[in-house]
């Protein structure tokens, strides 16, 4: 079986741009107060940029045959995994704010606030979107998926989440819970009749 890449790689650049990001604003903060403002001519709009967006990702505990090796995953103080701060229990969305080597610094969004360490193993960062049996197609903003469609979660607001298709340009609002680690097994819609006994003739 392939070893699954290491999702540290993939976010290095994003994440030391977002810590490049601050350090300018601190430096252009303390600079501005030596010189005079720059005069803003009338009635013209001010903008200021916006820091780049931080990666979400899933804390899993799962292996990677996908199946659960571990309900909670050990948060520590420093990359290493010697202090544990806290667990987080699988499938929890977190915000990346750091990283070393294939240790990633993250805050998780859901449940007890956690602030550490984890091993980029336990971190998934493209996810399934999949709805409820028996079609197992989520919607998004309203339009329905195909069931297992990848995306990449890049908000969460209370039991809705902002994700961008991983195949394609589209992005928008989906219900949280409709966000999962795994994709729905073949046949969805036949896997759901099979459990339930709906349509089944004795």
């Known amino acids: 079986m392939p070893v699954r890449p290491r999702l540290a790689a993939g976010l290095a650049g994003v994440v030391v741009l977002v810590g490049a990001w601050f350090g300018a604003s601190d430096s252009a903060s303390g600079a501005g107060s030596e010189a005079a403002p720059p005069r803003v001519p009338p009635l ?25 090796a571990a309900a909670l995953v050990e948060l520590y103080a420093a990359p290493g ?27 998780t969004l ?14 998934r960062r493209e996810l399934h979107l999949v709805g409820a049996a028996p079609s197992c197609r989520a919607t998004l903003d309203g339009r329905a998926l195909p069931a297992g469609e990848q995306a990449v ?17 589209a992005a928008g609002w989906v219900a949280r819970a409709s966000v999962h680690e795994l994709a729905p097994r073949e ?16």
Request: glycine share 16%; with cysteine; proline share 8%.
């Open 44 to 68: 013209t709009p001010v903008t200021t940029a916006a820091p780049p967006a931080s990666p979400l990702v899933l804390i899993s505990g799962r292996d990677d045959h996908g199946e659960l």
């Open 81 to 107: 995994g010697r202090t544990p701060v806290g667990e987080a229990p699988d499938g929890t969305l977190a915000r990346v704010v750091g990283l070393d080597g294939t240790w990633l610094h993250v805050r």
């Open 110 to 123: 859901e449940g007890p606030p956690i602030d550490g360490w984890v091993d980029d193993f336990h971190l």
């Open 153 to 169: 979660v890049t908000e969460l607001v209370g039991g809705r989440a902002r994700v961008r298709l991983v195949h394609g340009s």
């Open 187 to 202: 046949g969805c819609a036949e896997d759901h009749i099979t459990r339930t006994g709906v349509g089944h003739h004795h």
